[in-house]
T-cell receptor, first 111, second 116 residues
């Protein structure tokens, strides 16, 4: 089955700086790559996703890039703010609704 | 908008007791699933369903049962709780995959379960 790995496990950034989280996946059939944000005591919430026919997608301060050849995808958060502090999960799917999740990254934005 | 609703939010069980975690969604999603979240382990799929009357096992199904009698509801049953089932449980739903669209999965707020 699909195996998704996330790095780093914890990331601390100064407010206003950029944060980058990288994920790798193993199954070349995967074609859907969502990112979820989980705040303390809450369920994961989708923040952005990308499909295999697209190399990059942006939504305000958040962007995701996908390199299918290298089987990795990354989340970029620019101009970080304290409310960006959370756990971020990447996931991959071959389109059968079953997501394989990474273990999560704790992002801490230091004011 | 209710979305995905889970109950209870918190529960303490004694070893060997049984209980059911309830999950309901009001988005007419065909696909529903249960995940457990443990420290350092991410989210692991327990069971899933692609429609009423159809269920299947995920990555960690042992000790759990599910049924799907309606589109809206997908309860998770612990038959004989064990301390290893102490975890946070999330129910999720989405439209069934159709081609290259419709894969957004929505999560409930979670159920914190402690087995002592």
């Amino acid at each position: 089955g699909e195996n998704v790995e996330q790095h780093p496990s914890t990331l601390s950034v100064q407010e206003g700086d950029s944060a980058v989280i990288k994920c790798t996946y193993s199954d070349s059939a995967s074609n859907y790559f969502p990112w979820y944000k989980q705040e303390l005591g809450k369920g994961p919430q989708l923040i952005i996703d990308i499909r295999s026919n697209v190399g990059e997608k942006k939504d305000q301060r958040i962007a995701v890039t996908l390199n299918k050849t290298a089987k990795h995808f990354s989340l970029h958060i620019t101009e970080t703010q304290p409310e960006d502090s959370a756990v971020y999960f990447c996931a991959a799917s071959d389109g059968n609704n079953r997501l394989a999740f990474g273990k999560g990254n704790q992002v801490v934005v230091i004011p | 908008n209710a979305g995905v609703t889970q109950t209870p939010k918190f529960q303490v069980l004694k070893t060997g007791q049984s209980m059911t975690l309830q999950c309901a969604q009001d988005m007419n999603h065909e696909y529903m699933s249960w995940y457990r979240q443990d420290p350092g382990m991410g989210l692991r799929l327990i069971h899933y369903s692609v429609g009423a009357g159809i269920t299947d096992q995920g990555e960690v199904p042992n000790g759990y049962n599910v049924s799907r009698s309606t589109t809206e509801d997908f309860p998770l049953r612990l038959l004989s709780a064990a301390p290893s089932q102490t975890s946070v449980y999330f129910c999720a739903s989405s439209y069934r995959y159709r081609g290259n669209s419709g894969n957004t999965i929505y999560f409930g707020e979670g159920s914190w379960l402690t087995v002592v």
